[in-house]
């Protein structure tokens, strides 16, 4: 099966914010921080400590600011991710991303074309196939992979026949 579609730099932030949002690793990181907001409250009562009496307005200052930021601290975080993949997205010559593709799934390989040329990847190669609303990104490993905008496909129907390929593709080769 033959299949056509467009990518945009758009297409590839959302495959690396998607890499961000499931990596065991980011999200280590981020819970890792946003725990850290809760030290907050240690600095009114270290400095009621020193001061020898509680500050109940400093305390209840820091509370707050320990909330704010447990709550809000995801979407800094990942809004700070998508960032700084848009500068590494825009910084040089990154035109062999963007353009029109075709994917072609034959029994032993995937191959994917371009005006840049063709790249083919074997069955064993495909560690995992990811969906989301606006794409399936078809991962060779955790940060490679093939982005597939859903909008390539006519209808549901055609998105579920390049599945059901995709799948049958992968169990035999």
Do not use: C
Request: proline share 2%; charged share 20%.
């Amino acid at each position: 099966m033959e299949y056509h579609y467009t990518l945009t730099k758009d297409d590839y932030v959302a495959f690396n914010m998607h890499h961000a949002q499931h990596s065991e690793r980011v999200q280590k990181v981020l819970r890792v921080q946003r725990w850290m907001s809760f030290i907050f409250l240690l600095i009114p009562l270290l400095v009621s400590w020193v001061e020898g009496e509680f500050l109940l307005g400093m305390f209840v200052a820091f509370a707050l600011l320990a909330v704010l930021w447990f709550l809000f601290y995801p979407k800094y975080f990942y809004g700070s991710i998508k960032k700084n993949i848009v500068k590494v997205i825009n910084e040089g010559d990154n035109s062999s991303l963007t353009g029109e593709y075709t994917m072609m799934v034959t029994e032993d390989v995937l191959v994917e074309k371009s005006s840049k040329g063709e790249v083919k990847t074997p069955w064993s190669s495909i560690t995992q196939i990811k969906e989301t609303d606006e794409h399936i990104f078809i991962l060779v490993s955790a940060m490679s992979g093939y982005v597939i905008p859903i909008s390539a496909f006519a209808d549901v129907k055609a998105l579920q026949q390049f599945k059901e390929t995709l799948n049958a593709a992968r169990k035999t080769g």
